[in-house]
């Protein structure tokens, strides 16, 4: 998912391929991606002392908690009988000039989730920026586009 970095906040979606058969709790978390092959940290296009332009980082792409969106975790139920729940992230609007970055919210079904909830547990769709994983876990990647 894309989301402008005046936003304010990005809503990322946790959705079953089917509804639950009874609450399903995901814990979940925001990351960087920096152990995530073909990511890495973000350019940053600062003035110099010289006034001219550099860039400001050695790696671009990745997107920085504390800079660029507001780190964050928790636990999120699904109700029984459907099939969403929704994390609001905070984004950062910042001043600076930069190339588009990327972050993620990883979901891990907590131990009281049952093995069918788990298995209902599906990516939101590859061209919403989901990817599926085992045993119930999914990651969802936000990328956040400059307004400077």
């Not at 792409?61 to 729940?85: F, H, K, N, P, Q």
């Not at 990327?102 to 891990?108: C, H, I, L, T």
Request: hydrophobic content about 30%; some cysteine.
């Amino acid at each position: 998912m894309v989301v402008d970095e005046g936003a304010g906040t990005v809503t990322v979606t946790l959705r079953l391929t089917r509804k639950a058969p009874q609450d399903a709790s995901f814990n979940w978390t925001t990351f960087d991606g920096s152990s995530v092959p073909g990511y890495s940290r973000p350019s940053r296009l600062t003035a110099r002392h010289d006034g001219r332009s550099g860039h400001h980082s050695d790696r671009p792409g990745l997107a920085t908690a504390g800079e660029d969106y507001t780190a964050g975790s928790g636990t999120v139920t699904i109700a029984a009988g459907t099939r969403r729940a929704t994390v609001t992230i905070p984004i950062i609007d910042d001043s600076i000039a930069e190339t588009k970055e990327v972050f993620f919210v990883g979901f891990k079904p907590t131990r009281t989730t049952s093995t069918t909830a788990r298995r209902a547990a599906h990516r939101e769709g590859y061209s919403k920026g989901w990817c599926a994983g085992s045993h119930g876990r999914a990651t969802a990647k936000v990328v956040i586009t400059d307004n400077d």
